[in-house]
């Protein structure tokens, strides 16, 4: 079984910065693209960041400049660096990840159960 665990969230205030990880553990063969997900209350679940396995980026346009998407491949973790958040990112930010649990196994969607981030003005 895989499992994504999000970690670093917090309170914070605006123009501050906060990092979160997504460490992916259990049985598989590789991990593919790797993402973050934010949800405001009352708000759709929207992509915040994007990495493919070979580093590739894409974010939001509401995070570029703000916002670092990485990943360390030995350790199977995503990172998220926040800088200069201000109250509208204050939401619940979800890891999900494209994982192949055998070698010629199809991709799973898995996701992490989230990480509470709120920002005060």
């Known amino acids: 079984q895989v499992q994504l665990v999000e970690s670093g969230g917090g309170l914070v205030q605006a123009g501050g910065s906060l990092r979160l990880s997504c460490a992916v553990s259990?049985?598989?063969?590789?991990?593919?693209?790797m993402r973050w997900y934010r949800q405001a209350p009352g708000k759709q679940r929207e992509l915040v960041a994007a990495?493919?396995?070979?580093?590739?980026?894409n974010y939001a346009d509401s995070v570029k400049g703000r916002f670092t998407i990485s990943r360390d491949n030995v350790k199977n973790t995503a990172y998220l660096e926040m800088n200069s958040l201000k109250p509208e990112d204050t939401a619940v930010y979800f890891c999900?990840?494209?994982?192949?649990?055998?070698?010629?196994?199809?991709?799973?969607?898995?996701w992490g159960r989230g990480t509470q981030v709120t920002v005060s003005s």
């Open positions: 990495i493919t396995s070979g580093g590739n980026t």
């Open positions: 999900n990840a494209d994982v192949r649990r055998t070698t010629y196994g199809d991709l799973a969607s898995e």
């Open positions: 259990g049985s598989f063969f590789r991990i593919n693209g």
